[in-house]
């Protein structure tokens, strides 16, 4: 009773999706549920498009398929293929603007999902959208050039972030660097993972290329859908090899890292 809707947004490749990446679903509705503020109403992952550019990116068509049949027995969290079908990588802020429109029952045309957070003052109606991450996350902000200022203005303020911890990094540190996220600390959860899960995608797909077992690291679903079709080998690793990461091609000149030290 009195609990904010709440719904939770994982943006990323899942190149491929890793039973990690599902376990972020569940530390992070437990611990929003801890809070006695927020009830989770439901999950959103969201693939990112081919053109991200990122080094051994699979065709979205394959992610959104293996992210599927990992959460086919989730009775919460869903796969969205909408980000992926983009002819463009679409930046995180508009993703969330496009999902929080859904939400609402609105339908986003092109014009809406290019406005600014002002402009969408007065449709925060609940449930709340908030997007998932892990702590690695936080680290991003300080690349130059990743980032606009107004959109990670717009990430904390508007929406906020759940993010989870992931190995020794110290997310709290993070935000306790940067004035943006120390101002909005109050829209930033942060999850401590007791039971550590160092799965990487990273490591998964090199075990994958070189014939090696990654059973109980994936879904049996996953693993039989990567064999199927021939997925992460040795050439599909070269894909996107030279190539600028979409982000950083789009944004122009560096912005300043929002590290203050």
Sequence with gaps: MGRIPLVLL???SFNPITNQHMRLFELARD???HTGRFQVVGGIVSPVSDSYGKR??????HRVAMARLALHGSGWVTVDDWESRQPDWTETVVTLRHH???LLGQQPSAAD???PHSSLEGSSEPPQLKLLCGADFLDTFRVPGLWRAEH???LVGR???VCVSRGDLQADRAVHESDTLFRHRHNIFLVREWVRNETSATEIRRALRRGLSVKYLLPDAVIDYVREHQLY???SEQRNKDAVLRPLGQQGAPSEPLNDS
């Design 10 to 12: 994982a943006c990323g």
């Design 31 to 33: 611990h929003m549920h």
């Design 56 to 61: 051994g990116l699979v065709p979205a068509q």
């Design 100 to 102: 929080l429109q859904k």
């Design 113 to 115: 999902l290019q406005m």
């Design 152 to 154: 990670v203005e717009e």
């Design 159 to 161: 929406f906020g972030l």
């Design 233 to 235: 080998t040795w050439q």
